[in-house]
């Protein structure tokens, strides 16, 4: 450990683990804590750790995190959601679905803590669902990437939803920062000249902060632009024409929208080899909905972006996204990106890509799902299996992972706080990086001043 992931970890073990009865004594001293740390500081390394220690003394230590893909890199982790019962969607009044004297709640009793990661992405609804009960929480995450969604929501709706909103965070949080670059620190230990990392990690925390040259538009370095012309010039460029074998791990075409992502992903089915092998959904309205009247067609034609399309196209060999946690225990959570096998007409043979069962075979069915009446008059039903493409990601399902060459579609501008920054910190190197945009001078960057601003706030008072 570095002294500043030390620091964090005395602290926080003193709370969880006290030696002495002296030193749990002090009831005014907060328990809770957050973790603030950039990609490559170590935070992760540094949350293994504390769960090690705590279940090394057989103790309970909960591990969770805001997203699926975040929660399957802690040992035993699953997603706040599921951990704490919290309903989909939570609103304002919303309580944990967890009974009283059930197995779920003693967990929650007997923990010596409770670490959520990634909790910079949740709605601070989800937060005050969950009855911590005066536990040791570690909280972890970077307030510089995405915030939690709200739908048709401009930024500042994105931060009155934010737990910087809510009065325990700004009284109550111990926060510690993680400023200590492991990756490069790790490089220079080595002796390798680390000149051109130090120079990327600095311009990626102006853009992530939105300050100097980068406040409003940023001008994407010479290594990091494109050749390409086009989006499919772009595919072809990150996936080497699909010449041979492909790592799908560590490539991906990230974009802020779906419409780029569903083009890039129907364009990259195109190239890759194989035939294409289509299943079609059962769409239906909900009971609820009888009778309203509506053509199958329109059913047909709606593509939410959390849910499978009704023409799903698929070849053998090709990665997908699971889009819905169907068992975190295997490996299967919203956000697991999985290989075809075998596409069957009741049940896909996949092998898991990422995650700590990367390797193993898991099958994946046909399921229902239903629609969010947000937005629409009905609410609609549709049977097929939980999968997307992923040769391309949104920007927010790729927050968290870490990818050799990145390719990324900016032709539509980034739309809300820390896009950009997410986007270009996936990798370590400028030119691991293809940026494609109309201008490459001028690629906008959405900065949340509020959210910053809460941060130095919260510095100056700790």
Known sequence: ???????????????????????????????????DSEGGGGKTFLLETVIAAVREESKVAIACATTGVAALLLEGGTTAHSRFGVPVPAEQKSISDIVKESARAQVIKEAAVIVWDEITQAHKYVVNTVPFGGKVVVFSGDFKQCLPVVPHGSDD??????????????????????????????????????????????????????????????????TARATATSLEGLVREVYDNFDG???????????????????????????????????????????????TSCPLEVLNSINPPDFPPHRLVLKEQMPVMLLRN??????????????????????????????????????????????????????????QFPLRPAFALTINKAQGQTFERVGLDVTLECFSH?????????????????????????????????????????????
């Not at 791990?249 to 780029?260: D, G, I, S, W």
């Not at 201008?439 to 809460?454: E, F, G, K, P, S």
Request: glycine share 4%; with cysteine; hydrophobic share 45%.
């Open 1 to 35: 450990m570095n002294e500043a992931q030390r620091a964090v970890y005395d602290a926080i073990i003193a709370e969880a683990l006290p030696i002495t009865t002296a030193t749990a004594a002090d009831e005014s001293r907060s328990k809770v804590f957050f973790i």
């Open 418 to 462: 820390g896009q950009l920054y997410v986007a270009l910190s996936r990798v370590g190197h400028p030119s691991r990086l293809r940026v494609l945009a109309k201008d490459l001078d001028r690629v906008r960057n959405v900065v949340c001043r509020q959210i910053h601003h809460a941060v130095v706030q919260l510095d100056a008072e700790a």
């Open 326 to 383: 169907l068992n975190l225990g295997a490996g299967l959570s919203n956000g697991t990106r999985l290989k075809v096998i075998d596409a069957r007409q009741h049940v896909i043979k996949t092998e898991i890509l990422t995650g700590p069962r990367t390797g193993e075979i898991a099958f994946i069915p046909r399921i229902m799902l239903d629609s969010k009446k947000e937005n629409s008059p009905f609410v609609f039903q549709r049977q």
């Open 157 to 222: 709706d994105a931060f009155a939803a934010s737990v910087q909103t809510l009065n325990f965070w700004n009284n109550h949080v111990r926060r510690y920062q993680l400023n200590v670059n492991e990756r490069i620190r790790r490089l220079m230990l080595a002796g390798q000249d680390t000149a051109e990392f130090v120079e990327w990690a600095q311009f990626l925390l102006d853009v992530g902060h939105g300050r100097g040259a980068c406040a409003d538009e940023v001008s994407i370095p010479v």
């Open 245 to 291: 074998p492909t790592d799908f791990v560590t490539r991906a075409v990230l974009a802020p929208r779906n419409v780029q992502v569903d083009e890039a992903n129907d364009i990259a089915i195109r190239l890759f080899p194989g035939t294409a092998i289509t299943r079609y959904s059962r769409d239906s309205l909900d009971p609820e909905y009888a009778d």
